[in-house]
Structures are given as structure tokens and as C-alpha cells.
């Protein structure tokens, strides 16, 4: 390579202390920008030296932190498609010198630093998966490496270059969520000891180990395929833990741990491969439920997990939402419900992963009867609420977007497991009102609705008004702006929390969770908006108590200067027409860019009333439509099954 180290747009927005969008915005309005030196059209590279040169003649500031000094020299010493090797030589020394700090200091004053290490290092590494070849890095890296384990610990030092590694490779590694690692974490301690004991874990296609950071306390065990993934897993858990084996090798064809059975097995195996082993696994005594088939390698890697769980040790993998209802899969998902493998079917985002939740049977007990099906509008935290429910009591429906589904029904020439066939239908809740309880509140519903319509006039043409953006009026003190937590447990405790899902229904806070000086606590009159563009939600609060979920804002108004109802129905709008979003195609509304009318108080109030009255006339239609729908199917349902006639 040309030039001593490369950055890519994000190490410049570090460098810089500045957003990816500004360096993007400098790539445009720049005459003299530096060109790319490398990388490709969607991910460029460009000279560390260019760029420094073009900071100091722009006058802006930057900062090279021994981390990133650390890292651009890593780079700097091969092509990226050996960078996971020199990251892994990098992380093997790493952990030399926290298991040697003597022996590196002795090494450093030999005459020969890399023969050093090869006599010394690779004693005090035995234990990783792979030879390490020392020669890869340089005396002066190595010198550098160790003054940033000085300066951050080698398990920060560490996880920082492996942040860098995966953010470089983004489009060539699969690694699994943060949240959805630590929800597979949380759910198997909870189902096998809700104290949160787990004695043996593994992962069989752990890619850099995301899921078994979060088992720590635990022996862990961990295979991967390729010899950098393995090496890469093996440091980030032998630097928090010696109880951790790590090794190299494909699962399916050559099992690391033949005859190990662990208290959790989590694993997030490659999909949709055709070359798995079919041919030579044909009669391998893995297949307790069936042999996969060729295109579905994703049930070899269920039975393979099912194998190495302990009787009544919990598997939590992901899988595709195709794995779901494919025709070719339908006998081995029979036969997981028949034997009470299956326990949970979770969707957690729309098309997929799923995340199937499997135990494996005990000898001599009874399967279970049901099987929990969820489709998680609300995320992470909607899972584990039905997750808990569903493990307290099987019998009890489970809250949210959860159903409790009969094992005998699913058992049909489809075998269908995906969760959003099975979600209740809307408006259920009336269900036991019976057909005529149902028709007669559709009846008033429906009465009621002429009445709900708010009183607006049509105008010739559009009313151009001054206005203020929502950041420009919490300058001006009118506004006051509060964000919700990013994560929250809506499980546990006794206080309530108002949720995303309860803003966009109108229904009452429904979460839970334990008092935190954190919280923020609503009052009446707070507005309440979501934070996504594609809920578009947000209401003025007639009753305070709860606490601001996630995915929230609260705008707490100056009632003197300005009209709750007001704010909310300009911000309802922002949200549902897409406007004032972060950026093109963003998820999340920018809130402070969104402009607001200023006129009297008064004009405000009477805009506010209409705005109230059209939410609670949507309400209404929402209410109006559940109770239509549960009439239709009653309907059909009393006439086919002989319950209700036609009358004359």
C-alpha cells in the first residue's frame, strides 16, 4: 500500500469529533478534499497524512487518540482481507501481557523482539485456538499496543480494535445485535434458574463471540469456523475469564466438543447453506427429529444445538422467519412440537431473524401442551415480558402481541410456527361478549362516530403563518424536553411506565418497572411523541403518575404560553406525514427541526381542541374497526359451527 495508514468516513468523523454526515458534507463542498486511496465506491479509503494536512489548512481541530494511533497503524501493516489476522495477532499479545507483564518486559530488552515472542508468548497463549504468527506486527506496534494496554487495560485496549475490525468489515461479518445477544442471555438464565445461575455454555458458530460475552461467571464453550473468528472469540473471553475454550473448526462436519452437554447452548448459525454436509451427515445420530433437509442446513444447526443441551438445558438460537413455514422443514417441526422440544416462536423485527427458544426433554416427563407464539412490535423488551409470563404460568395469556398456541392445532399439513399467523385477532378482547354483546357495541360505535367530528372549516387557499422550531421555543423557555431511557426493564417492580405501543393505541401505561432517580416521571398536560417516524404518535396526557418509556419524548409546556394540544397535533404531524426526519429514508424524527406556528393563545387553543377531537375520533375508528372485525369472525364462527341462524 501506498500510503502509511488509511481512514475510512467514520475514523474521520472521529479524528475530527465531528458526525459521518459532516465528513460527507466536507467530501462535497470541498474542492480539495483528498481523493480515495483504496476501499470501494460505498466504503472509500483515504490517506491518514492527506487528511491531517487538509484539517490543519482548514483549521479545523482533530485529536489522535493512542487507540486510533493503534489502530491506523494496524491497518497500515497489510491489505484488509488480512486485517482479522493482525487484529488477532494484536489481541493474542494482548493477552500475553496480562497473563506476563514480566516476560514482556524482559523480551523487550532482548535483541530480537520477534524471536522473543515466539519463545515466550506463544508459551503463555497455548490455550488460544490457532498458531499465532508474531511476525505479522512490527517492534513499533507492538511497542504501541502495549502503551495503549498501559493506558486502557488489554480488555479495553482489545475490545476497541475489535469495534474497529467489525465496523471496517460491516458488510462481510454477521454479527449478532447487542440487545438481541443480551436477551438470549437474560431469557435462559430466567427459564433455568431465575437467580440467574448457568454453569456450562456453548456456542457452536460463534462468529466473534457475541453471544457468550454476556454468560459471565460461566464455562463457556465456543466453536467457530473460520481461524479468525475462533482466535478473536478466544481472547475476548480468556481476557474476562480463564474458564473459556474456544476452538477452530466447522460444527456441523467436525464437532469440537463431541459428547459435551451444556446448561445453555445460544447460537446464530449461517443461513440458507446449501454445502453443509448433507451428503456425508446422512446417518449422523444428531438427527433425533429427522434428517434436515439439503436446503435447510438452519435445522441441522437446531438438532445439532438440541444435542449438546443437557436434559432440561434451554437452546436459544435464531433463525430465518423462513424456517418458519418452509414445506421441506415441516416433519422435523412436528416432530420438535410432539416431543415438547419447541417452547417459543419470537419474531423480533419484521422479516426476521426469528429467535426459537427449544428445551430439551427430560426423560420420562410429559410434553407440554402449548407452545408461545410472539410477533414483538415492541421489541426486545415485549419478548421478554411474554417470554417470563408464558414461563410463570404456560395457561395464562401472555401480554402484547403473544399468544399461547395449542401444540394439537399446529400439528396440520403445514406445520406453520410463524408467529404472525397466530397473533389473536384484533379485538378479542370483546370476544367473550358473544355475538350479541359484540354487535351491539359495534352498533354504538358506530352511532357515535357522526358525533365525534370536529368542527372544521375548508379554506380558499393556505394560511402562510411565522413559525418557530420546537428547538427555538425550548430556547425561548415555552418548551421544556425530556427523552426516555434507551432501555428499560417493563417487566418487574410496581411502578408503571407508558410505553410506545400505549401512546400509539391510547391505552393506559401497561409496563412495569422498579424506581430509578432516572425516571422521569409524567404529569398532566404533558405531550408525549415517539420518537420513529413510522409510528407517528403523540397525545397530551390527561392523568401523571407513570414513568417515559423508551422511544419517547416528553414536551412539558409553559400552560401560560402555550397550548399542550397544540404542540401535540404539529408534532402528531410531523411524525405521520415523514416530515422532519434525520435524513432521508431515517427511521427517527428529528423533533427539534420541526416547525411550529405562532400565533395568540387562543388561536392555539382552538387548533388544539380540533386536534384533540380528530385523535379521539381515530380512537374511536381504531375501537370501531376492532369490534367489526370481531363480529365478522363470530359470525362466521357461530353460523358454521351451528351456534347462531339466519333470521328471517
Known amino acids: 500500500m501506498g500510503h502509511d495508514a488509511t481512514l475510512n468516513a467514520g475514523d474521520i468523523a472521529r479524528l475530527a469529533d465531528v458526525g459521518r454526515a459532516a465528513v460527507s458534507n466536507w467530501r462535497r463542498r470541498y474542492d480539495d478534499f483528498p481523493q480515495p486511496v483504496g476501499g470501494t465506491a460505498a466504503s472509500p479509503l483515504f490517506s491518514l497524512p492527506e487528511i491531517e494536512e487538509w484539517l490543519r489548512r482548514n483549521g479545523k481541530s482533530y485529536e489522535m487518540s493512542l487507540g486510533d494511533r493503534v489502530w491506523q497503524r494496524l491497518r497500515a501493516s497489510g491489505d484488509d482481507l488480512r486485517l482479522g489476522d493482525l487484529v488477532g495477532c494484536a489481541g ?214 438440541l444435542a449438546h443441551a443437557r436434559p432440561g438445558g434451554l437452546v436459544a438460537i435464531l433463525m430465518p422467519a423462513a424456517s418458519a413455514s418452509r414445506r421441506p422443514g415441516k416433519r422435523i417441526r412436528g416432530n420438535l412440537l410432539r416431543a415438547g422440544a419447541l417452547r417459543a416462536v419470537i419474531t423480533l423485527s419484521a422479516g426476521g431473524p426469528d429467535l426459537w427458544l427449544l428445551r430439551r426433554p427430560e426423560a420420562g416427563e410429559r410434553p407440554p401442551s402449548l407452545v408461545l407464539m410472539v410477533d414483538a412490535d415492541g421489541g426486545v423488551p415485549a419478548a421478554e415480558a411474554a417470554w417470563r409470563a408464558f414461563a410463570a404460568d404456560p395457561e395464562a395469556e401472555p401480554p402484547g402481541a403473544a399468544h399461547a398456541v395449542r401444540i394439537i392445532d399446529l400439528l396440520d399439513d403445514e406445520v406453520d410456527l410463524s408467529p404472525a399467523r397466530h397473533r389473536p385477532h384484533p379485538g378479542d378482547e370483546h370476544a367473550d361478549l358473544g355475538f350479541g354483546g359484540v354487535r351491539d357495541r359495534f352498533l354504538a360505535s358506530v352511532a357515535s362516530l357522526p358525533r365525534a367530528l370536529p368542527a372544521i372549516g375548508v379554506l380558499t387557499g393556505a394560511r402562510d403563518l411565522p413559525s418557530a422550531s420546537v428547538g427555538e421555543l425550548v430556547r425561548a423557555g415555552l418548551v421544556t424536553v425530556h427523552q426516555g431511557p434507551a432501555r428499560m426493564a417493563t417487566d418487574a417492580g410496581d411502578l408503571p411506565v407508558l410505553t410506545a405501543a400505549d401512546l400509539v393505541s391510547g391505552g393506559r401505561p401497561s409496563g412495569r418497572t422498579t424506581p430509578d432517580p432516572g425516571h422521569v416521571v409524567l404529569e398532566p398536560g404533558d405531550v408525549v411523541a415517539t420518537t420513529t417516524a413510522t409510528d407517528g404518535a403523540a397525545r397530551t396526557l390527561a392523568e401523571g403518575g407513570a414513568v417515559l418509556g423508551p422511544q419517547l419524548h416528553l414536551y412539558r409546556v409553559d400552560p401560560e404560553r402555550m397550548d399542550p394540544d397544540f404542540l401535540a397535533g404539529y408534532l402528531r404531524y410531523a411524525g405521520t406525514a415523514g416530515t422532519n426526519r434525520s435524513h432521508p429514508g431515517a427511521s427517527r424524527v428529528d423533533a427539534r427541526r420541526v416547525r411550529i406556528p405562532r400565533v395568540s393563545l387562543s388561536e392555539q387553543r382552538a387548533y388544539g381542541r380540533a386536534f384533540r377531537e380528530l385523535l379521539a375520533l381515530e380512537d374511536g375508528l381504531r375501537e370501531t374497526t376492532a369490534l367489526g372485525e370481531t363480529l365478522v369472525r363470530l359470525g362466521f364462527d357461530g353460523l358454521a359451527g351451528g351456534r347462531l341462524r339466519p333470521e328471517a
Open 92 to 305: 493474542a499479545f494482548l493477552l500475553y501481557l496480562s497473563r506476563d507483564p514480566g516476560g514482556w518486559r524482559r523480551v523487550t530488552r532482548g535483541p530480537e523482539l520477534a524471536k522473543g515472542l515466539h519463545q515466550t508468548a506463544t508459551a503463555a497463549t497455548s490455550d488460544l485456538p490457532v498458531p499465532v504468527d508474531w511476525d505479522l506486527i512490527d517492534t513499533r506496534l507492538y511497542r504501541l499496543i502495549a502503551d495503549l494496554a498501559a493506558e486502557q487495560g488489554p480488555l479495553a485496549a482489545f475490545e476497541l480494535l475489535c469495534e474497529r475490525y467489525v465496523e471496517a468489515h460491516s458488510r462481510q461479518l454477521a454479527v449478532t445485535r447487542p440487545d438481541v445477544a443480551e436477551l438470549m442471555a437474560r431469557l435462559a438464565r430466567f427459564e433455568l434458574d431465575p437467580a440467574g445461575g448457568v454453569r456450562t455454555v456453548l456456542d457452536p458458530s460463534c462468529g466473534v463471540g457475541a453471544l457468550l460475552l454476556p454468560f459471565s461467571g460461566a464455562r463457556v464453550l465456543g466453536q467457530e469456523a473460520g481461524d479468525t473468528g475462533a482466535l478473536l472469540t478466544a481472547v475476548r473471553l480468556l481476557l474476562r475469564d480463564p474458564d473459556a475454550r474456544v476452538v477452530a473448526g466447522d460444527a456441523l462436519r467436525l464437532d469440537g466438543f463431541p459428547g459435551a452437554r451444556a446448561d445453555v447452548v445460544v447460537c446464530d448459525p449461517p443461513f440458507n447453506e446449501r454445502a453443509w454436509g448433507y451428503e456425508e451427515l446422512t446417518g449422523d445420530p444428531r438427527w433425533e427429529y429427522g434428517l434436515p433437509p439439503r436446503g435447510e442446513s438452519e435445522l441441522a444447526w437446531v438438532q445439532h444445538c
